[in-house]
């Protein structure tokens, strides 16, 4: 998972919404993204809506209800802009 690039999908299990992400960097697979989630220190990823819950809920609220899935892997020649236009598509399968 370190090596591959993807399209993934976070989703809250409490109300059901869902945020498409990418891991599309030439350095970054899915992996290392999803540890940025996974940081103990900073469960948000960078993500501004993610600081958001973490300011209005807690830790224990993310580290219980969200959920991470794999929507599409890409092999690491995959370009960028191929990534970001299957994460973009997909952003618009998922909306509620």
Do not use: C, H, P
């Amino acid at each position: 998972m370190s090596s591959v690039k993807g399209v993934y999908v976070i989703t809250d299990s409490i109300n059901g919404k869902l945020y498409i992400g990418s891991a599309s960097g030439n350095s970054e697979g899915v992996w290392q993204r999803w540890g940025a989630y996974a940081d103990i220190k900073n469960l948000t990823g960078g993500n501004i809506g993610f600081i958001e819950i973490l300011e209005t809920k807690n830790e224990e609220y993310i580290q219980k209800n969200f959920k991470y899935s794999i929507v599409e892997i890409f092999d690491t020649k995959t370009k960028v802009e191929t990534i970001i236009e299957r994460e973009n598509g997909n952003l618009k399968e998922y909306e509620l």
